[in-house]
């Protein structure tokens, strides 16, 4: 698949409106038949006696000859001001820029613009001037952070036009000490359509694939005489939430205007994630073979209700970004101080506490190798075709939780990258280019290993014969067999259990 993201910068163009009501005046084109009336720079603005508040810096996407698609399912805009060093008009400490912006879009070239979204946002400038600040500096450029400026969630229609602009009012204090803008240059990011296609075609097809095994795996469980246990109900469990985000409801992206599908997928794979932490802590703590508290979910509480309070956390954060920019797409949670140090404070204790979680798991996993090595001593005892049979059922499990702790390391990995990747453009320092293989890697990989957990992991209908128990455990002949830390009867412990626990040492 291609790259999964394009960056494309935008200079905007100076447009001039004289007109007194700037709210109800039509839309200023940088480019094409109507375009408005252009300045070169402010220097003519000043020499024509044009005012700050009759220029417009208005921006067209796509670039001239292009147009917008569905396929690019959503747009991400980011802001640089170019700033001149003036001593008569400098920049001021923790200067504040007012931004008056409008959004408006049009599917035809002679269409009328219609207006999405107007609003009048605050941005803190961030700014540094390398050379000392005298007359010879003056004309210079500052150097200025990146500004978080606009994010919609899709992408339904062919042009886009952005109109800004910088208000001033002196009584007020509004846009006085911002230094001398020459120009405002907008970074514009879409999802690559050739990758869009990869990632539906994948979602189509492993939707079915996941749908079947688990209407296999249920099927086997319900097939038993006993009631399902806690692992195969979280197995399952893991099944409905991978389902739930392989659904390929991004389809419709394609026909409808929905730009609350980013929110969405958030919310999907939140609870993906949610969910395959839980199972670990549960899968691991099922295995730990001298544990009395078993079968039964209160017992994990203590491991499972921080991933709960953590789920959260990161849902509300989520809404206070994403929620709010379906009403104004140019809201971000990165313009305020609070909301800079909140947003940050979320990503580095996510990021903590996954590194935890991931030590706490290794730990879980060394101890349950540590309880299996201690019992395989009971092997030599058996004939030899139980012994084969308990021997690869070790190997099997053994296997799985390597595959389990390799998952859980690049789960981890690929939620701090992917953090960082979209906060670079609000921090504006870092830079990570992650190609689409790892996206659809750790998506695929995902996928293989739910699959796998319900095809190793469902109830075997097998059973050995009267001439194969001698030297067992004691455990009756016929009993059915499983990859799992099951009960085969109510009464009666699963093999593997039988083979682990104290009493098979005793």
């Known amino acids: 698949a291609p790259s999964p993201t394009t960056a494309v910068p935008y200079m905007s163009v100076k447009c001039i409106d004289v007109r007194k009501n700037h709210h109800k005046t039509k839309w200023m084109l940088p480019w094409g038949s109507n375009h408005c009336d252009k300045l070169k720079d402010l220097d003519e603005a000043v020499s024509r006696q044009i005012e700050a508040n009759d220029i417009v810096f208005a921006v067209h996407v796509p670039l001239p000859s292009k147009e917008m698609s569905p396929w690019f399912q959503f747009m991400l805009f980011i802001m640089q001001l170019d700033i001149a060093f003036k001593?008569?008009?400098?920049?001021?400490?923790?200067?504040?820029?007012?931004?008056?912006?409008?959004?408006?879009?049009?599917?035809d070239l002679f269409d009328d613009w219609k207006e999405i979204a107007h609003a009048?946002?605050?941005?803190?400038?961030?700014?540094?001037?390398?050379?000392?600040?005298?007359?010879?500096?003056?004309?210079?450029?500052?150097?200025c952070d990146f500004l978080p400026f606009m994010e919609i969630g899709s992408v339904a229609h062919k042009y886009y036009l952005i109109n800004i602009r910088l208000p001033v009012n002196e009584r007020k204090g509004i846009n006085v000490g911002i230094?001398?803008?020459?120009?405002?240059?907008?970074?514009?990011?879409?999802?690559n359509g050739g990758f869009t296609k990869v990632w539906f075609a994948m979602k189509t097809f492993l939707t079915p694939s996941i749908l079947i095994i688990m209407v296999w795996y249920?099927?086997?469980?319900?097939?038993?005489?006993?009631?399902?246990?806690?692992?195969?109900k979280v197995i399952f469990a893991l099944g409905i939430s991978m389902t739930?985000?392989?659904?390929?409801?991004?389809?419709?992206?394609?026909?409808?205007?929905?730009?609350?599908?980013?929110?969405?997928?958030?919310?999907?794979?939140?609870?993906?994630?949610?969910?395959?932490?839980?199972?670990?802590?549960?899968?691991?703590?099922?295995?730990?073979?001298?544990?009395?508290?078993?079968?039964?979910?209160?017992?994990?509480?203590k491991q499972v209700g921080p991933i709960a309070v953590g789920s959260f956390c990161l849902f509300i954060f989520d809404m206070c970004e994403r929620g709010v920019q379906l009403?104004?797409?140019?809201?971000?949670?990165?313009t305020t101080e609070v909301g800079t140090e909140l947003a940050m404070a979320f990503i580095i204790v996510a990021g903590i506490c996954l590194c935890l979680y991931f030590l706490f798991l290794c730990f879980m996993v060394f101890q349950v190798f540590r309880n299996i090595s201690g019992k395989?001593?009971?092997?030599?005892?058996?004939?030899?075709a139980r012994r084969l049979h308990y021997e690869g059922l070790i190997f099997r499990f053994k296997f799985l939780m390597l595959i389990t702790l390799a998952c859980a390391a690049m789960t981890v990995i690929f939620f701090i990258v992917s953090q960082v990747t979209e906060g670079h453009w609000k921090w504006g320092d870092i830079t990570i280019q992650?190609?689409?293989?790892?996206?659809?890697?750790?998506?695929?990989?995902?996928?293989?290993?739910?699959?796998?957990?319900?095809?190793?992991?469902?109830?075997?209908h097998k059973n050995y014969g009267e001439d194969h128990s001698n030297g067992d455990l004691g455990v009756n002949s016929g009993e059915e067999l499983q990859l799992t830390t099951t009960i085969t009867h109510v009464d009666r412990p699963m093999e593997v259990y039988k083979l682990a626990r104290k009493e098979a040492q005793e």
């Open 120 to 143: 009048i946002e605050i941005r803190k400038l961030k700014c540094t001037f390398g050379s000392p600040k005298t007359l010879e500096s003056e004309g210079r450029h500052y150097d």
């Open 87 to 107: 001593m008569d008009n400098d920049l001021k400490e923790n200067a504040e820029i007012t931004l008056d912006v409008s959004l408006a879009y049009r599917d």
């Open 244 to 301: 739930f985000i392989n659904i390929p409801v991004e389809w419709f992206s394609i026909g409808f205007d929905w730009t609350w599908m980013l929110l969405f997928g958030d919310i999907r794979q939140g609870i993906f994630y949610a969910m395959l932490l839980s199972f670990w802590i549960i899968f691991c703590g099922e295995h730990m073979m001298d544990q009395n508290e078993r079968n039964r979910l209160s017992g994990y509480w």
């Open 218 to 232: 249920w099927r086997r469980i319900t097939l038993m005489t006993r009631a399902p246990v806690l692992l195969e």
């Open 376 to 384: 395989q001593s009971s092997l030599p005892a058996m004939s030899k």
């Open 327 to 334: 009403k104004n797409p140019f809201y971000s949670i990165w």
């Open 434 to 460: 992650v190609n689409s293989a790892f996206f659809t890697g750790i998506y695929g990989m995902w996928n293989l290993y739910v699959f796998a957990l319900m095809f190793l992991y469902a109830p075997s």
């Open 179 to 191: 230094g001398e803008i020459k120009d405002i240059r907008l970074v514009g990011i879409h999802q």
